[in-house]
């Protein structure tokens, strides 16, 4: 029962698998990560029943414990880089000793019989696609995700097949983001299932360290991702996502579109929020698009109740006639954030109020975003 293994291998393993454990919890076992060592491979796994990431690596020799994830990681992160041994005392004390060098720490342990396990997803639809793929579509969507848990079914990204493409989306009620990509092979009657937000964020984790392709397994109530040695089990939102695609402004003839560098106009909302108070039951600061179709520049605005006030101009041209339309500055800017730098971005909206504003860009054909706005009215 005693394994040895390269100590910077299995640091980096461990910190994969130990954001998925609970810093509190009342069962003493799941603050600890599963250790199981046989045939030349060591398996580290993480759990807070909802979510299982497990992670392998090479090693030598048999083992079959869980110690205390915290301690766990800052003890072999207290070590230096070369071969680490990790056995059970002698002293049937219920404790494991970890050797690196002329370094021993002793750490406690509880019986992996008591660990639980997730089952890999049943009636699953299997398929590959690129690592690169579904990480930008997650990066792309987590900033929309709703954090309001009475309205579980947003807290999390919507994963579905639209139109014949992969499609992710999420929503908070305020802001949309919707991004696509090819339909890899093998997704025909995929499942639509909601990745839930904590899933989302380990994800992105895991995929930034994946190249290539990976591996995804979807059913109606649990999805299995493998990348390389790293495997992550989770269960879906239940529950249904709401039909986002009917608050996406569509193409509309007396429409009203604003066609501006994304650079050009994130400085200038930038720079007419940076004096404002936040204000108002959600803090927020709001800026105001005062929009001219035969003007050169188009004129953006803040003020607050302090009597602070800032106006900034910025070229873009319009179209759909004169008009002024609010804006929150957080969730403008958030979704700005989702576009690449340098493109030319696309504000599209009708006359009503409020109404959603569609943004798109030339660089990102991929992406859709959408913010409901705070009023529209006439231009100043």
Do not use: W
Request: charged share 25%.
């Amino acid at each position: 029962m005693t394994i040895e293994v390269e100590r910077d291998a299995l640091l980096s393993a461990l910190r994969q698998v130990a954001d998925v454990v609970e810093a509190r919890t009342t069962i003493p076992v799941l603050s600890n990560i599963l250790l199981i060592a046989r045939d030349g491979e060591l398996t580290v796994t993480g759990t807070d029943l909802d979510i299982e990431a497990s992670a392998s690596l090479p090693a030598a020799g048999d083992l079959e414990t869980t110690v205390d994830a915290r301690k766990l990681v800052a003890g072999i992160a207290s070590l230096k880089p070369g071969r680490v041994v990790i056995a059970p005392t002698t002293d049937r004390s219920g404790a494991v000793t970890i050797k690196g060098g002329r370094s021993v720490r002793t750490l406690g342990s509880l019986s992996a019989i008591d660990f639980p396990k997730r089952k890999e997803p049943e009636a699953a639809q299997s398929f590959t696609m690129a690592a690169a793929t579904l990480a930008r579509m997650l990066t792309a969507c987590h900033v929309a995700q709703s954090t309001d848990e009475t309205r579980y079914y947003l807290c999390g990204v919507y994963l579905h097949l639209l139109d014949g493409k992969m499609s992710a989306a999420a929503t908070d009620g305020v802001r949309l983001v919707r991004a696509q990509a090819s339909a890899p092979d093998g997704t025909e009657g995929m499942p639509q299932v909601i990745l839930p937000s904590k899933a989302v964020a380990l994800l992105r984790k895991m995929l930034g360290k994946a190249s290539g392709e990976i591996a995804l397994s979807v059913a109606q109530n649990a999805v299995q991702v493998s990348a390389g040695g790293m495997r992550l089990i989770f269960k879906t939102v239940d529950g249904t996502f709401p039909d986002y695609a009917r608050v996406i402004p569509a193409e509309a003839d007396g429409a009203h579109r604003m066609v501006v560098a994304r650079d050009a106009l994130l400085d200038a909302v930038n720079g007419v929020t940076a004096v404002m108070d936040a204000e108002g039951e959600r803090k927020s600061r709001r800026v105001r698009f005062d929009l001219t179709p035969d003007a050169e520049v188009q004129t953006l605005s803040a003020r607050d109740t302090a009597g602070s006030a800032a106006v900034d101009e910025v070229e873009a041209a319009v179209d759909g006639g004169a008009i002024s339309i609010e804006l929150d500055q957080r969730y403008l800017i958030s979704a700005l954030g989702t576009f690449a730098d340098g493109g030319e971005l696309t504000m599209h909206f009708v006359g009503d109020s409020p109404t959603p504003v569609r943004l798109t860009s030339d660089k990102d054909p991929d992406l859709v975003a959408v913010i409901q706005s705070i009023g529209v009215g006439e231009a100043r």
